[in-house]
């Protein structure tokens, strides 16, 4: 099994405040984890991958970040959220193969 | 950047009917993925193909690749209600660390 937990499912925060969405798999161990943001009626857009504990790339500069303290754990923060933060957050991780990804049921954040 | 495109935006059919989706991408790629998403929902796999391939099957899916004019088809054949969905193309560099470059999606309405 490639499970992904994805928490919280949704958030409502306010404009300046800290974020912290968390990402956990099981299955193969050293995958692959990557952070993606869709917009509404959009696709989606990297924005960060980790290769291992410790390894992360980011793909967008913006005011998010990421973390991978632990083989099966990922998160995404922010010091200060932005209007434009809004969107739906999806955790994805490689299996055996690096070529297929596997979603999480994703985090739909929305920043008023 | 967004490499892959789709075409159309959306697509409604009647179950039964086919569906065809196309996909266009830049840059040369190792392989090309497509993923359903359901309303609200993560991603799922639905079918690969490298770039030394020109079409796959997987049960009623169909998918060519046409490396000379970089473009992708995904058909859906005897449609039911349950393929409503939105539908992605997915290309991956030869170095990419498994990383996706999306496109914007088709958004297919099967009515029954």
Request: with cysteine.
């Amino acid at each position: 099994s490639q499970t992904i937990h994805q928490w919280p499912a949704t958030l409502v925060q306010p404009v300046g405040s800290p974020l912290s969405l968390e990402c956990t798999v099981e299955g193969t161990s050293n995958p692959n984890l990557y952070w993606y943001r869709q917009a509404a009626g959009r696709g989606l857009q990297l924005l960060f991958y980790s290769v291992g504990i410790g390894q992360i790339s980011s793909e967008v500069p913006q005011n998010l970040s990421a973390s991978r303290p632990q083989d099966r754990q990922f998160i995404l923060s922010s010091k200060k959220l932005l209007l434009s933060d809004s969107g739906f957050y999806l955790c994805a991780r490689t299996g055996a193969s690096t070529d297929t990804q596997y979603f999480g049921p994703g985090t739909r954040l929305t920043v008023l | 950047s967004q490499q892959g495109e789709e075409d159309p935006q959306a697509l409604s059919i009647q179950e039964g009917e086919n569906a065809t989706m196309n996909c266009s991408y830049k840059t040369s790629i190792n392989n090309l993925q497509w993923y359903r998403q359901n309303s609200g929902r993560g991603l799922v796999h639905l079918i690969l193909i490298r770039s030394n391939e020109r079409e796959k099957h997987s049960g009623r899916l169909r998918v060519t690749l046409d490396t000379s004019k970089k473009s992708s088809s995904l058909l859906i054949t005897a449609s039911r209600a349950a393929d409503t969905a939105s539908y992605f193309c997915a290309t991956a560099g030869s170095t990419s660390y498994g990383k996706l470059t999306f496109g914007q999606g088709t958004i297919l309405t099967v009515h029954p």
